[in-house]
Every structure is written in structure tokens, then in C-alpha cells.
Nanobody, 115 residues
Framework: QVQLAESGGDLVQPGGSLRLSCAASGITFRLYAMGWYRQAPGKLRELVASITSGGITNYAGSVKGRFTISRDNAEKTVYLQMNSLNSEDTAVYYC?????????WGQGIQVTVSS
């Protein structure tokens, strides 16, 4: 059974930092491209950052320079370090794993940026 378990979401003040983690089980993690998506109320789900099986990263323009995605294949975990958070980063964040025609999603975790 495939499971992507997100953790690290919280309420944080503007300018603060958070690190999200996504622990995978039931997949050959090292073969999968991993991504973080987010969905704010009333908006479509959007890609935040992704990292290929080879470690190539990609970021949405709105987070470039503030967020960093990384992966630890030994721990089967992908991380999203988020710095300089602002209110527009408030959303439910989802972990995604995909390779070829296989794709899996985590249940989502809330990140709220507010004073």
C-alpha cells in the first residue's frame, strides 16, 4: 500500500520559516519524481516545487529564492524548506510522487501564515 505522509505544517508569522516533510512508503522512492503542490481556498491546485529522481529541481516563480525542495532517498523522504513566508503562501500543501503512469498524492497539510 502506497502512503505519502506529510508533516510540518503549522501557523507561522509573516517572514517566518517552516520545513515540510513527506515520508513515502510502498514505492521504490528513488525512481520517483517528487513534488509539492498547494491549494488555497477558492483557487486551483498549483505546483510549488518538484525534484526529479536525478535531483533536478523546478520552482514556481512565486516561491523561487524562498523555498528549497530536497530529497533523501535513504530515508524515502522529500522536504520543502520554506523561508520568508507571506500570507499568499497560506494553503493546503500536498506531496506528489510520480513515475511513468503511476502517480500518488498525500492527504495534504495546512500551512497558515498570519500575524
Amino acid at each position: 500500500q502506497v502512503q505519502l505522509a506529510e508533516s510540518g505544517g503549522d501557523l507561522v508569522q509573516p517572514g517566518g520559516s517552516l520545513r515540510l516533510s513527506c515520508a513515502a512508503s510502498g514505492i521504490t522512492f528513488r525512481l520517483y519524481a517528487m513534488g509539492w503542490y498547494r491549494q488555497a481556498p477558492g483557487k486551483l491546485r498549483e505546483l510549488v516545487a518538484s525534484i526529479t529522481s536525478g535531483g533536478i529541481t523546478n520552482y514556481a516563480g512565486s516561491v523561487k529564492g524562498r523555498f528549497t525542495i530536497s530529497r533523501d532517498n535513504a530515508e524515502k523522504t522529500v522536504y520543502l524548506q520554506m523561508n520568508s513566508l507571506n500570507s499568499e503562501d497560506t494553503a493546503v500543501y500536498y506531496c506528489n510522487a510520480h513515475v511513468a503512469r503511476s502517480e500518488y498524492w498525500g492527504q495534504g497539510i495546512q500551512v497558515t501564515v498570519s500575524s
